[in-house]
């Protein structure tokens, strides 16, 4: 059953290489006459998503702590279930704590893993993950624009609300990001999270949420599967036609399912499986931001409307890029 969800923002920068950027004509990535532009997920109340181009380079610019250079913050072993190396490094960084409020930051990263791992592929590969707590300290509690548009925070990522009237979206300085995620022994993907209970977050290269909001997991959820397992958005817009080649995204193809048993291609060897998301594995038309001329392997999966499971497709490509980090224990 789908949970019903507020409108949150989903940041996906143009120039990154993650392969689920596939451009659609709709909204590709020709820099405009006002200059570059990026393309942000929407997610509705009801779960379901589609997509909108702003203005580029949009990351926060706000005050921060100090300029960047040499960061300090203490890391704090969440899970570790092996060497650096033969596990996935999963690395949590916070924006808006305090130093009073560090105990409120454990009980948020402790909170947003613990949903994490009540979802396969996470549930049953818990175990293949290292988890860090990044204690990244800011001398101003919240984010910016929480609770309303013009409010200024000084925080240690500059982290906050809002992009035009885009008010869910969460941004932030990346840079000043990776600087802290390096402090943990290995950081194979990181998780920003805000100190507000205002929903919102972004997703890309560093996925962001509200760690106060308990419905932003979902949303987490579905960005990971971007970031970690390179799966395409499975979502359509109305009477628009694919005409471009195969993607290289495993859960998205302009084979039919006839062609893929003939050619022994994409998701052939799944075809006719039940799906954790429900019904048999196929080809259904729409997909990849076009209604027609492309199809995903189930109904509804979690890359299409929020609050579902993975599909056996979906299952897979996690999997394996998890395990690929991963080394089995002596």
């Known amino acids: 059953m789908t949970t019903p969800l507020r409108y949150v923002l989903a940041a996906l920068s ?9 451009p659609a004509p709709s909204v590709n990535a020709t820099p405009t006459a006002q200059g570059p532009t990026e393309v942000r997920e929407v997610f ?3 779960g379901t998503i589609s997509r909108v181009r702003v203005p580029g380079q949009a990351r926060a610019a706000v005050p921060q702590d100090a300029p960047l250079g040499e960061v300090r913050a203490e890391v704090v072993p969440i899970q570790r279930t092996g060497p650096v190396g033969e596990r996935f490094d999963l690395v949590f960084v916070g924006d808006g704590y305090t130093a009073d409020q560090l105990g409120l930051y454990h009980e948020h990263v402790m909170g947003r893993w613990n949903e994490l791992t009540q979802v396969e592929p996470f549930k049953s590969l818990k175990g293949s993950f290292n ?3 990044v ?4 001398s101003e509690s919240g984010v910016s624009n929480d609770p309303t548009y013009g409010v200024r925070k000084n925080t240690a990522l500059a982290m906050g609300f809002g992009y035009g009237n ?3 979206t969460l941004l932030i300085n990346p840079d000043r990001t990776q600087q802290f995620a390096a402090l943990a022994p290995g950081a194979d993907q990181v998780v920003a999270l805000a100190n507000s209970s205002k929903y919102g977050g972004s997703g890309g ?3 962001m949420i509200a760690a106060g909001n308990y419905e932003a997991g979902q949303v987490l959820v579905h960005e990971l599967g971007h970031s970690i397992g390179g799966l395409a958005d499975e979502y359509d817009y109305p009477d628009d036609l694919y005409s471009g080649t195969e993607p290289v995204e495993a859960n998205v193809s302009i084979h039919t399912a006839e062609t893929m048993k003939q050619q022994r291609v994409k998701w052939h060897e799944f075809l006719g499986k039940p799906s954790p998301d429900g019904g048999v594995v196929g080809t259904y038309e729409g997909a990849l931001y076009h209604k027609r001329g492309i199809y995903r392997p189930t109904e509804n999966s979690v890359m299409r409307t929020l609050g579902r499971p993975f599909n056996l497709i ?4 996690m999997r394996k890029a998890i395990l690929s980090k991963t080394k089995p224990s002596q």
């Open 14 to 22: 143009v120039g990154t290489a993650l392969a689920f950027l596939h």
């Open 44 to 46: 509705s109340p009801d």
């Open 205 to 207: 290269e560093i996925a």
């Open 131 to 133: 988890v860090w707590q």
């Open 135 to 138: 204690n990244v300290i800011s």
């Open 166 to 168: 885009m008010e869910r």
């Open 314 to 317: 979906g299952l897979d490509a």
